[in-house]
């Protein structure tokens, strides 16, 4: 039977550190996200987190999450190209826009990355902070075209 869970460790450059973080849970079906969850209201922001480590696993298994001061929800190594992705459903609120995109620079720093791609319900748009980009994307768009702009 294959598995309904999954975990992500945060990025360390040993094993051994790799182990003594938490790791990150992720179920293989959005459906089984919701019966595991005991939330009391419904947290589209994790739906769509879990959706987006579905679509980046079925691309590579070398995903992990990242913090150091900010967390990236997802650093994937996919043919030989770094990716960093944030997923908020929105980001209307300025200090919501603000985390996810402090962390994002933060790690792009650390990898030394260029690009960055935040993932929302709706919003589709370019950030550029100190000639880093990071593209914001509606789901649906990032499902469809990728890392492409």
């Known amino acids: 039977m294959q598995n309904t869970l999954f975990s992500l460790p945060i990025y360390r450059n040993s ?10 849970i992720y179920a293989i079906d959005n459906g089984f996200k919701k019966i595991y969850d005991y939330a009391i209201s419904e947290d589209m ?25 900010q967390e990236v929800d997802f650093y994937a ?10 997923v908020s459903y ?3 609120d300025e200090r919501t826009q603000k985390r996810e995109i402090e962390g994002l620079i933060e790690a792009m720093e650390y990898f030394n990355l260029h690009e960055a791609y935040l993932v929302t319900h709706s919003e589709d748009s370019k950030v550029e902070v100190n000639g880093k980009i990071i593209h914001i994307q509606p789901l649906y768009k990032f499902l469809l075209s990728g890392f492409k702009s």
């Open 90 to 92: 929105q980001i209307h």
């Open 45 to 69: 922001s994790k739906l769509y987190e879990n959706i987006v480590f579905l679509h980046l696993r079925r691309q590579s298994q070398d995903i992990y999450y990242y913090k150091i001061k």
């Open 15 to 24: 094993i051994k550190q790799e182990n003594r973080n938490p790791k990150k």
């Open 77 to 86: 190594r996919i043919e030989g190209q770094e990716y960093l992705v944030n």
